[in-house]
């Protein structure tokens, strides 16, 4: 209450340096990896709200992924040429039947 100063205003030890997205790509492991859309496959999940789409990554956020294609579920809007950052990159979604 009163006038006493914020408390959370200036914590000591942490001032972070402005880092460009390439170089925060290759320092983190965890940091997203970018997949361009390249072909949408179709609509699934029980009311269509899912899209199946075909993606292959980036060279620029991951060069150990780079060209590998995968299938991916989205939801939400999605075309082609759109890029998606994906948290993880090992799962591959099952096909359209």
């Not at 390249?38 to 060279?59: C, P």
Request: a positive charge.
């Amino acid at each position: 209450f009163g006038s006493s100063p914020a408390l959370g205003s200036k914590r000591a030890g942490h001032s972070r340096s402005p880092r460009s997205p390439l170089s925060f790509a290759t320092m983190d492991s965890n940091a997203p990896k970018l997949a361009k859309v390249e072909k949408v496959l179709g609509r699934t999940g029980s009311r269509g709200g899912v899209i199946q789409v075909r993606v292959q990554f980036m060279y620029e956020t991951s060069p150990e992924l780079a060209g590998r294609s995968l299938i991916r579920n989205v939801k939400g809007p999605i075309r082609e040429g759109d890029i998606l950052a994906l948290l993880e990159t090992e799962r591959e979604a099952r096909r359209l039947r």
